[in-house]
C-alpha cells in the first residue's frame, strides 16, 4: 500500500490541525494505521494508531485527551484530528501501514511495512 500524509502547516499554539494518510493500491480497512512524528534533532516517537477492522484506536499519552484519530473507508484514509496544540507538538507527521500488527504492538514503528512521505507541523505564535 502506497501511503501520502497531507494537511500539515503553521498554526498557533492553542489551535487545531487535521492531517490526512490517504492510501492507494489497497482498502486502508484491511490494515493497521499509525502515526508518528518527529521532532527536530529528536527521535521518532508513536502518536496514535488505529487498528485493521475493528478500528480500536490507541494513543500515545502526550497526546492523550487532545488528538482523535479515525478511518473513512469511502475515501480511504485515516485522520488524525490534533487540539491544542502547542510547540512540542511539532515535527514532521508520518502515517505507517501495517496488514498484521495488533492493538498492542501498534506503536513500534519498526514493525511497520509502508510508510508516508510524512507532512510538517509546526507550532509556533
Known amino acids: 500500500v502506497q501511503l501520502q500524509a497531507s494537511g500539515g502547516g503553521l498554526v498557533q499554539p492553542g489551535g487545531s490541525l487535521r492531517l490526512s494518510c490517504a492510501a492507494s493500491g489497497s482498502p486502508l480497512e484491511d490494515y493497521t494505521i499509525g502515526w508518528f512524528r518527529q521532532a527536530p534533532g529528536k527521535e521518532r516517537e508513536w502518536v496514535s494508531c488505529?487498528?485493521?477492522?475493528?478500528?480500536?484506536?490507541y494513543f500515545a499519552e502526550s497526546v492523550k485527551g487532545r488528538i482523535t484519530i479515525s478511518r473513512d473507508n469511502a475515501r480511504n484514509t485515516v485522520a488524525l484530528q490534533m487540539y491544542s496544540l502547542s510547540p512540542e507538538d511539532t515535527g514532521v507527521y508520518y502515517c505507517?501501514?501495517?496488514?498484521?500488527?495488533?492493538?498492542?504492538?501498534?506503536?513500534?514503528?519498526?514493525?511497520?511495512?509502508?510508510w508516508g512521505q510524512g507532512t510538517l507541523v509546526t507550532v509556533s505564535s
Open positions: 505507517a501501514a501495517d496488514k498484521y500488527l495488533n492493538g498492542p504492538l501498534c506503536g513500534r514503528g519498526d514493525l511497520y511495512d509502508s
Open positions: 488505529i487498528v485493521s477492522y475493528l478500528g480500536s484506536t
